[in-house]
């Protein structure tokens, strides 16, 4: 199985590299999977329904955030409905949306868990669970 990890994709201009690119590399490498941080890709700060949903048709499979989650306050009115959107797991249990999930890949059941580090980031639960 091969998976192809994006990192941030920012704005308007990342959201274009991804629609002109990503078939072609998935076509190149034979990726099955593909998860991309997508935290910034509207306008630099956050995400909207309308970009997730085209970053899902332009052949990204789960989309990943960060400490930009809530940067576009509209994700509240679909980040418990959307499996394949994850906020960092290890921010407070009260959050909205989830950290993980797990997804068919063909033959293959994949799970994908979203952490985020603490070094200049808004306070959020140790990642390994033994700081």
């Not at 990890?5 to 590299?17: A, E, Q, S, T």
């Not at 890709?41 to 048709?57: D, M, Q, V």
């Not at 059941?109 to 140790?126: D, H, Y």
């Amino acid at each position: 199985m091969n998976i192809l990890f994006l990192g941030d994709i920012v704005g308007r201009p990342g959201r274009k590299i991804v629609k002109n690119l990503l078939p072609q590399l998935i076509e190149f490498y034979e990726i099955d999977l593909v998860i991309a941080n997508g935290e910034n890709a509207a306008g630099g700060k956050g995400i909207t329904l309308p970009i997730l949903k085209e970053l899902f048709k332009d052949g990204i499979d789960v989309v990943t955030t960060g400490n930009h989650v809530w940067e576009r306050r509209e994700i509240l009115k679909f980040i418990n409905e959307e499996k394949r959107l994850l906020r960092p797991a290890n921010m407070s249990a009260s959050a909205p949306g989830k950290g993980s999930t797990v997804i068919q890949c063909g033959d293959h059941f994949v799970g994908i868990l979203n952490l985020i580090g603490r070094i200049f980031m808004s306070p959020a639960e140790c990642p390994s669970g033994c700081c």
